[in-house]
């Protein structure tokens, strides 16, 4: 069992930039790739951004790329997604989520609860 809990959420002007952080339970966080999702209102909950078991390979969703930066920290069971050049569009609830895998939306293993991020314009 995996719990997941995200954190560095708020709100921000267009422009500003946020970091999120996810702070995994565990003994086996290593083992999992760690992801990204995020989810605005009446939408569909989307990827954001992967980052596999070694810390090196990387992903993004095309909206994100070149402004978001996932990094993990495997010594502190933890994964950050640094977010600069904030736009309105980037409001949602930001998930953290784990996976021994792949991360797809529908068989992700374990969820965070969720961290709100508003970008004002």
């Known amino acids: 069992q995996v719990q997941l809990v995200e954190s560095g959420g708020g709100l921000v002007q267009t422009g500003g930039s946020l970091r999120l952080s996810c702070a995994a339970s565990g003994r086996t966080f290593s083992s999992y790739i760690m992801g990204w999702f995020r989810q605005a209102p009446g939408k569909e909950r989307e990827f954001v951004a992967a980052i596999h078991y070694n810390g090196r390979d990387t992903y993004y969703a095309n909206s994100v790329k070149g402004r978001f930066t996932i990094s993990r920290d495997n010594a502190k069971n933890t994964v950050y997604l640094q977010m600069n050049s904030l736009k309105p569009e980037d409001t949602a609830v930001y998930y953290c989520?784990?996976?021994?895998?792949?991360?797809?939306?529908?068989?992700?293993?374990?969820w965070g609860q969720g961290t709100q991020v508003t970008v004002s314009s």
């Open positions: 989520a784990a996976d021994r895998v792949s991360m797809v939306v529908s068989t992700v293993d374990y």
